[in-house]
């Protein structure tokens, strides 16, 4: 049982390039979220989605674009990057929004 | 050894020693709770939850204690082991039945031998 896998786990892009972030789960859950962490910090949400075909802004969704086409997958864009967007990125699941979530080893992202 | 939840990210405690890490919430409305533990270069591991119906819940070696009135989280780990050092996190669901959880800033917790 793998739980959440994301993909990839280190990235380097330069300004302007985009890039998509996977996050896999095989728990059958219908929520699925992408958070941000930047050091000393918390976990802070971009996105949700509380089903397939469902997303939702988060506390930070300027610069991001996610989409659900599939029940275990939940996908992460970058249109543009910018050094702003340099920080570790957390996918996580949850059966419901009053479960606990599971999360995933997290993507290094460093935009130069 | 206690902490001040945001005010103050860090705390030490001795080897077999209790631990209070705290946490101030923001919404009233709130209505479940976890706390997360996360190691250097890993994902938020799930500790312990609670819901806002309750005011205490036990795990194994650890508590976590609700106190809606002055919206106060804390945990408590009992008889600390080098392995409970990490960044502890206190997490909400800000709207009932909703889904938005939102995570408080951290504590490191350093167990010295």
């Known amino acids: 049982n793998a739980g959440v896998t994301q993909t990839p786990k280190f990235r380097v892009l330069k300004t302007g390039q985009s890039m998509t972030l996977l996050c896999a789960q095989d728990?059958?859950?219908?929520?699925m979220y992408w958070y941000r962490q930047d050091p000393g910090m918390g976990l802070r949400l971009i996105h949700y989605?509380?089903?397939?075909?469902?997303?939702a802004k988060g506390e930070v969704p300027d610069g991001y674009n996610v989409s659900r086409l599939k029940k275990q997958n939940f996908l992460l864009g970058l249109e543009s990057a910018a050094p702003s967007q340099t920080s570790v990125y957390f996918c996580?699941?949850?059966?419901?929004?009053?479960?606990?979530?599971?999360f995933g080893q997290g993507t290094r992202l460093t935009v130069v | 050894g206690e902490s001040v939840g945001l005010h103050l990210p860090t705390l030490s405690v001795q080897e077999g020693d209790n631990s209070i890490i705290n946490c101030a919430y923001s919404?009233?409305?709130?209505?479940?709770f976890i706390w997360y533990k996360q190691e250097s270069g890993k994902g938020p591991q799930f500790i312990i939850d609670?819901?806002?119906?309750?005011d205490k819940r036990q795990g194994q070696r650890v508590t976590v204690l609700l106190n809606k009135t002055v919206k106060h989280l804390s945990l408590q780990i009992a008889a600390t082991q080098p392995g409970d050092s990490a960044v502890y996190f206190c997490?909400?669901?800000?709207?009932?039945?909703?889904?938005?959880?939102?995570f408080g800033q951290g504590t490191r917790l350093t167990i010295n031998p």
């Open positions: 996580a699941s949850s059966f419901s929004g009053n479960t606990e979530a599971f």
């Open positions: 728990m059958n859950h219908e929520y």
């Open positions: 989605s509380v089903g397939e075909g469902t997303t």
């Open positions: 919404n009233s409305a709130s209505d479940y």
């Open positions: 609670i819901r806002s119906n309750m």
């Open positions: 997490a909400e669901n800000l709207i009932q039945g909703a889904q938005k959880l939102v």
